[in-house]
Structure formats: structure tokens, C-alpha cells
């Protein structure tokens, strides 16, 4: 037992040195509607859950071990259920696991989406508010913590009420609840900055872009839209991500 515990304190020695913590990410449900919140990791571990059910006025935490630098994103999905046979599904933002669970499955737009990159060593981390892939609900999230920058970011406008009829996707009931991007509408380069417009010069924002952008200012609303939607924070930060703020 002595051995053990010797060792079981060496392994916090080695974790402490290493710089090695762990982020919290505590997502709060303010929409008057119960939300699926769903994560998606690019880099580094996993999270401690891809995906949950929360009601109305409900806040879960979900954690990542930072040993190394590590990115994801989050999103919530919207008016979900589960068929005779088991199948979950969702109307906005599923991600096609048939499960809770998203099991490293990403959203199909349109989705907002919340994305990060966490720096080892309790370094400069950046996070952002996307709606390059669609807008499905109003987000924000504030750092907790941290020493530098560490500003809150704020999606807090109904895109879905401005939504442009060919961008809209729309419930049984004809309701507007989700605005996709003009890519995935149109799929061509002018929207995607993709082929001829790869490049921020040859890809300037357009009349789509520009009424995401409009809502909500702070977020991205096409590729190159980084001078005003990428933000940072150092010192080892926790995050506060809020769907209907």
C-alpha cells in the first residue's frame, strides 16, 4: 500500500510538472426549449461526453485533460427524439450518430457553433463563435478566469427572424429554425471561398455573409472574417457557454 501510494503521489509530481490540467466547459440551456448540446473534438483528448439532453434553465459541465494543446467545438441541437426502432434524430444540428451521443461525429449545418483551441501550459488560448456553417440558436461564452484578453463573446440575435427564404430550414409547422450558410445553399466558390476565391482578397464578404454578420458582429459569418471573431485568453481559463443568452 506504502508502494502505491508512493507512486500515486510521484504521478501528481509528474502531472503538476508537466503543466497538465484540466478545462471545464460549463454549457447552460437558457432557451425555453429543452437542447441536445453536442462536442466535437479536433486535437488533443477527449472530452468527457460528445453529447447530452438539457432542459430548460439546466447548466452541465463537460471536462478536457490538457496535457497537450487541444481543439474542438461545441453546438446545442434542436427538437430531438427517438424513434419506434431506437434511432435518435434531431431537427437542427444532428450529427448523424442515431444516438445522444455524437461518438466524434461533427454537426450538419447549419449549426452555431463554438470553437476553441486550448494552449498547453495554461498558455494563450482562442475561441469564437462560428456561423460559417449556418445559425441554428443565439450563443455566447465568457471565459472564467484566465489573466489576459479573456473577453465574452456574444451571438445573442435571432438570425432565424432575418433568415433569407432560399437560406431558411423550416419545422413541419413552416417555422423558420435553422438560416444555412449561402455555401452549403448554393455550393459555389464566391460562398465557399473555395477554387478561384481561396484566398481573402478574392473572397470579400457578400450579401449573405453580411446579414449574419449584422446579428451578430462578433462572430464569424464566412471564412476570412477573423479580424473581428477571433479572440484569446491566457492564464488557464475555464469557459461559460450559454445557448439563448
Same mark, same amino acid.
Request: glycine share 8%; charged share 10%.
Given at each position: 500500500?506504502?508502494?502505491?501510494?508512493?507512486?500515486?503521489?510521484? &504521478? *501528481?509530481?509528474?502531472? &503538476? *510538472?508537466?503543466?497538465? =490540467?484540466?478545462?471545464?466547459?460549463?454549457?447552460?440551456?437558457?432557451?425555453?426549449? @429543452?437542447?441536445? @448540446?453536442? $462536442?466535437?473534438?479536433? $486535437? %488533443?483528448?477527449?472530452?468527457?461526453? +460528445?453529447?447530452?439532453?438539457?432542459?430548460?434553465?439546466?447548466?452541465?459541465?463537460?471536462?478536457?485533460?490538457?496535457?497537450?494543446?487541444?481543439?474542438?467545438?461545441?453546438?446545442?441541437?434542436?427538437?430531438?427524439?427517438?424513434?419506434?426502432?431506437?434511432?435518435?434524430?434531431?431537427? +437542427?444540428?444532428?450529427?448523424?450518430?442515431?444516438?445522444?451521443?455524437?461518438?466524434?461525429?461533427?454537426? *450538419? !449545418?447549419?449549426?452555431?457553433?463554438?470553437?476553441? +483551441?486550448?494552449?498547453?501550459?495554461?498558455?494563450?488560448?482562442? =475561441? #469564437?463563435?462560428?456561423?460559417?456553417? %449556418? =445559425?441554428?440558436? !443565439?450563443? &455566447?461564452?465568457?471565459?472564467?478566469?484566465?489573466?489576459? %484578453?479573456?473577453? !465574452?463573446?456574444?451571438?445573442?440575435?435571432?438570425?432565424?427572424?432575418?433568415?433569407?427564404?432560399?437560406?431558411?430550414?423550416?419545422?413541419?409547422?413552416?417555422?423558420?429554425?435553422?438560416?444555412?450558410?449561402?455555401?452549403?445553399?448554393?455550393?459555389?466558390?464566391?460562398?465557399?471561398?473555395?477554387? #478561384?476565391?481561396?484566398?481573402?482578397?478574392?473572397?470579400?464578404?457578400?450579401?449573405?455573409?453580411?446579414?449574419?454578420?449584422?446579428?451578430?458582429?462578433?462572430?464569424?459569418? =464566412? $471564412?476570412?472574417?477573423?479580424?473581428? &471573431?477571433?479572440? +484569446?485568453?491566457?492564464? %488557464?481559463?475555464?469557459?461559460? *457557454?450559454?445557448?439563448?443568452?
Amino acid at each position: 500500500m506504502a508502494f502505491q501510494m508512493q507512486l500515486f503521489r510521484l &504521478s *501528481i509530481i509528474i502531472f &503538476s *510538472i508537466s503543466g497538465a =490540467y484540466s478545462v471545464n466547459f460549463a454549457i447552460k440551456n437558457n432557451c425555453k426549449i @429543452p437542447i441536445w @448540446p453536442a $462536442a466535437l473534438t479536433g $486535437a %488533443g483528448n477527449q472530452l468527457s461526453t +460528445t453529447g447530452f439532453k438539457l432542459l430548460p434553465g439546466s447548466t452541465a459541465t463537460v471536462t478536457v485533460n490538457i496535457s497537450s494543446p487541444w481543439s474542438g467545438r461545441f453546438w446545442a441541437r434542436t427538437l430531438c427524439s427517438t424513434n419506434a426502432n431506437g434511432k435518435f434524430t434531431c431537427g +437542427t444540428a444532428d450529427c448523424g450518430s442515431g444516438q445522444v451521443s455524437c461518438n466524434g461525429a461533427g454537426a *450538419i !449545418p447549419p449549426a452555431s457553433l463554438v470553437e476553441f +483551441t486550448i494552449a498547453a501550459n495554461r498558455g494563450q488560448d482562442f =475561441y #469564437d463563435i462560428s456561423l460559417v456553417d %449556418g =445559425y441554428n440558436l !443565439p450563443v &455566447s461564452v465568457s471565459p472564467i478566469g484566465g489573466s489576459s %484578453g479573456c473577453k !465574452p463573446v456574444v451571438c445573442a440575435r435571432n438570425v432565424n427572424a432575418v433568415c433569407p427564404p432560399e437560406l431558411a430550414i423550416k419545422s413541419r409547422r413552416g417555422v423558420v429554425i435553422g438560416c444555412k450558410s449561402a455555401c452549403m445553399a448554393f455550393n459555389k466558390p464566391e460562398y465557399c471561398c473555395s477554387g #478561384d476565391h481561396n484566398q481573402p482578397e478574392t473572397c470579400p464578404p457578400t450579401s449573405y455573409s453580411k446579414i449574419f454578420k449584422s446579428q451578430c458582429p462578433q462572430a464569424y459569418s =464566412y $471564412a476570412y472574417d477573423d479580424k473581428t &471573431s477571433t479572440f +484569446t485568453c491566457s492564464g %488557464g481559463a475555464n469557459y461559460a *457557454i450559454t445557448f439563448c443568452p
